[in-house]
């Protein structure tokens, strides 16, 4: 996937009163030793009410006669000014539960037909920095469906994401190459490959 025309042309403060997504915001706490500190952190404000959760990223396993594949994702981010390669990923709707809203994100980013297998307890990206959290949704692809092998992506007018995969066995060499070329990590997918190098490692 090539950068293309995308590119960041001016960064400027953002102030609480026109943020869409998130505000960031001082809180007052007493710490163990008793003492009164402050603290500046970002929250995220899209979290539907009634959830405990902010959005999901999906495991998809690609079982080929070639061996088993992870489904994976370039996306251009402008935070970072370079594109990022993710796991599928995304909000949860109102009412969702984690589960239909992995199955809902892979339809619409992929085009991939999946069921879930397994869901992670709520983990916290940067929890020093802000309160975002997700659940990690394992999920199952039948490849031999007619929709997974006519797929039929559903993206938004501004997402631009290029779908592909690569050998499971392999991922964490990928990971070093992608930096390597210039590729930003998330760090979903990043410490998910690392886990599976150190498994290897230990015999686990």
Not at 55 to 63: K, Q, R
Not at 72 to 89: G, S
Not at 90 to 106: C, F, I, M, P, Y
């Amino acid at each position: 996937m090539s950068q293309g025309k995308a590119r960041v042309i001016s960064t400027e403060l953002l102030s609480n009163s026109e943020a869409e997504w998130k505000r960031l915001v001082k809180t007052t706490y007493i710490g163990q030793d008793g003492v009164t500190r402050t603290w500046e952190h970002a929250e995220r404000t899209t979290r539907p009410k009634g959830s405990d959760f902010d959005g999901v990223s999906v495991i998809a396993i690609l079982e080929k006669d070639t061996g088993r594949e992870i489904l994976l994702e370039k996306q251009y981010r402008p935070p970072l000014d370079k594109i990022c390669i993710e796991l599928p990923a995304g909000l949860v709707d109102k009412g969702e539960t984690a589960e239909q809203a992995a199955v809902r994100e892979l339809k619409e980013e992929t085009g991939y037909v999946a069921q879930a297998l397994t869901t992670s307890p709520i983990m916290f990206n940067d929890p020093g920095f802000c309160n975002t959290n997700f659940k990690v949704v394992e999920v199952s692809v039948d490849m031999s469906l007619p929709e997974n092998q006519n797929l039929k992506p559903e993206l938004e007018e501004n997402e631009f994401i290029e779908v592909f995969h690569v050998k499971l066995a392999d991922l964490w060499d990928e990971c070093v190459k992608w930096e390597a070329q210039g590729y930003a990590l998330d760090a979903r997918l990043a410490s998910f490959a690392k886990g599976i190098q150190i498994a290897k490692k230990y015999g686990l």
